[in-house]
């Protein structure tokens, strides 16, 4: 009996050293993006900037890694563009990556880690001398894409911090298409560690 009380206790100390130190953060950013396929690679084509923002949970798994889940609003897609016309497709998901990253005592870090993307709006925009159309395209396209995340950032012993990453889309993003399109990505971002 007294084994178990000692393990219960030992247990309990030991989860709530890692609560402790279990951190939450906000996070705004600009993405830079573009999608890559057969039927978006025209001369024309440019990279879309769009905002990203959202919140993220840093779990320390030992001394300098760690987990980090996060939950992100981010506007991606494409745009094309030369003198006579404008075309933009901006994509607007709600983003969940898993990231493990390592911590340098220095405050860099690097992480990487899968991300699954929930499609909440797709759109066409189409703009010329002549005329000026928006349509809704969001069954054209799943309503999930995968894409891996590589980064790095810096954090000041402010609470504040800065970071860089690259998106990598993973799965086809057309739905039925006998095309593949995927999501590319870079972000720039500040991010704001809360009651560290």
Sequence with gaps: MKKVSAFTLAFLLFAG???????????????????????????????????????????????KFSVQPELLFSQEGAMWKDSDYSEKEPHTFLNVPVLAQYNDPSGFFAHTGPQIGFLLAAKEKYKDDEESETRDIKEEFKSTAFSWVVGAGYLHSSNIG??????????????????????????????YILGK
């Design 17 to 63: 050293a890692i609560q402790s130190q279990i951190t939450y953060g906000v996070k705004l950013g600009a993405n830079l993006s573009t999608i890559a396929g057969e039927d978006y690679d025209h001369s024309d084509k440019k990279s879309k900037l769009g905002l990203q923002f959202g919140g993220l949970v840093n779990i320390p798994v030992q001394e």
């Design 162 to 191: 800065v970071g860089a990453r690259y998106n990598l889309g993973l799965s086809n993003i057309g739905d039925g298409w006998e095309s593949t399109a995927k999501h590319r990505g870079f972000n720039i971002y500040v991010f």
